[in-house]
C-alpha cells in the first residue's frame, strides 16, 4: 500500500545516456512534483503537474522533460545526461485545496552519471 | 521570492533530552504554510508537522511541537524526549496559500544528531 513510488530507486549510467524515471502515487492526488536534491542535500524544485497539466517549470535544462500520462503518473525522462545530473530526484503528491496542500514525497531515485 | 533559512547546519542531543531546531523565512505574502520534514539515512522524506500561517496555535504532534512567531517570521521544532530514531536531516519547508499546488521552498536542512 506504497503511497508515492518511484522505480528505480538506483539509477547508475554513462554520460550521454538517456534515463526515465517513474513516480506513481495511489493517494488520489491531483498534483504531482519532482525534487532535485544535490550532493549537499539541498532540495529544488524541478516541475509540477496539475491533472496532467504542466504548472510550474523551473529553470531546468531542457534535456529533463516530465510527462503525466494520468493524474496518478508523472514520469521524468533525462536526454544526454551529464556528470552534473548525479543527484536525488524525489517524486511528490499533493491534493489541491488538502491541509495545506501537504506534499507526501517517494523514497527518491539516486542517479549516477559516470 | 520566499526564502527559508535553517542557521544550524548541525546540532546534537542527549537521548531523553529536549532540542530545538531553528528556522526563519522570509515573505510578503500573508497566506502560507509551513512545514517540517525528517529524512533519516533511508533517504525517505517525512513529515514531522504542518504549521497554517492563520492560526495563532501552535502545532503539535507527540513528541514535536513548533513555535511559530508569525511577527517574527520563525518556525523552530522542538523535540522533546528525544529518541535514538529521531537522528535525521531536519528540513524547514515553505509554501505559498495563495497558489494553489504550488512549490515547497526549503531551508539548507539539520543534521540532528542523537547521543545514547
Known amino acids: 500500500d506504497t503511497a508515492v513510488s518511484q522505480t528505480p530507486k538506483y539509477l547508475v549510467t554513462q554520460m550521454g545516456n538517456d534515463k526515465s524515471i517513474k513516480c506513481e502515487q495511489n493517494?488520489?492526488?491531483?498534483?504531482m512534483y519532482w525534487y532535485k536534491q544535490d550532493s549537499k542535500k539541498f532540495l529544488k524544485i524541478m516541475f509540477s503537474y496539475n491533472n496532467k497539466e504542466l504548472i510550474i517549470n523551473e529553470t531546468v535544462p531542457n534535456r529533463f522533460s516530465p510527462k503525466s500520462p494520468d493524474k496518478a503518473h508523472l514520469n521524468l525522462h533525462i536526454n544526454s545526461l551529464e556528470l552534473g545530473d548525479s543527484a536525488v530526484y524525489f517524486c511528490?503528491?499533493?491534493?489541491?485545496?488538502?491541509?495545506?496542500?501537504?506534499?507526501?514525497f517517494g523514497p527518491g531515485t539516486r542517479l549516477t552519471v559516470l | 521570492a520566499q526564502t527559508v533559512t535553517q542557521s544550524q547546519p548541525e546540532m546534537s542531543v542527549q537521548e531523553a533530552e529536549t532540542v530545538t531546531l531553528s528556522c526563519t523565512y522570509d515573505t510578503s505574502e500573508s497566506d502560507y504554510y509551513l512545514f517540517w520534514y525528517k529524512q533519516p539515512p533511508s533517504r525517505q522524506m517525512i513529515l514531522v508537522i504542518r504549521?497554517?500561517?492563520?492560526?495563532?496555535q501552535n502545532a503539535t504532534e507527540n513528541r514535536f511541537s513548533v513555535n511559530f512567531q508569525k511577527a517574527a517570521k520563525s518556525f523552530s521544532l522542538k523535540i522533546s524526549d528525544s529518541q535514538l530514531g529521531d537522528a535525521a536531516m531536519y528540513f524547514c519547508a515553505y509554501r505559498s496559500g495563495e497558489t494553489s499546488g504550488s512549490r515547497l521552498t526549503f531551508g539548507e536542512g539539520t543534521q540532528l544528531t542523537v547521543n545514547p
Open positions: 504549521q497554517e500561517a492563520y492560526k495563532q
Open positions: 493517494l488520489g492526488h491531483d498534483t
Open positions: 511528490a503528491s499533493s491534493r489541491l485545496g488538502g491541509l495545506g496542500d501537504t506534499q507526501y
